[in-house]
Nanobody, 124 residues
Framework: QVQLVESGGGLVQAGDSLGLSCAAS????????MGWFRQAPGKQREFVGTINWKGTTGYADSVKGRFTISRDNAKNTVYLQMNSLKPEDTAVYYC??????????????????WGQGTQVTVAS
């Protein structure tokens, strides 16, 4: 079965950097678009960024210029590098997968598979 496993979360200070990883198994990774989403307490899960099967990326305005998504198809892994972290970036971060599309998808309802999430806490 498909599994997505996030890692790398933790507690950091405002202004710090943190990298998350998401290891995928049970799917042909190179044919999937991958997304990162986050959910803060009391809020809906929101789009962070996505990378399609060709490596094209898209980001939410709130993280553009600070976060970078990359993927390594040989390792079946997608990464989220987060720089200049702010307290408002505090959330559980999830990776998600959807079979490749012709457009970058920000809609969480379109993603088929989800990881269990990893907590990121940014202290002020």
């Amino acid at each position: 079965q498909v599994q997505l496993v996030e890692s790398g979360g933790g507690l950091v200070q405002a202004g710090d950097s943190l990298g998350l990883s998401c290891a995928a198994s049970g799917l042909t990774f190179s044919t999937y678009d991958m997304g990162w989403f986050r959910q803060a307490p009391g809020k809906q899960r929101e789009f962070v960024g996505t990378i399609n099967w060709k490596g094209t990326t898209g980001y939410a305005d709130s993280v553009k210029g600070r976060f970078t998504i990359s993927r390594d198809n040989a390792k079946n892994t997608v990464y989220l590098q987060m720089n200049s972290l702010k307290p408002e970036d505090t959330a559980v971060y999830y990776c998600a997968a959807v079979q490749r599309r012709t457009y970058l998808s920000q809609n969480r309802n379109l993603y088929d598979y989800w990881g269990q999430g990893t907590q990121v806490t940014v202290a002020s």
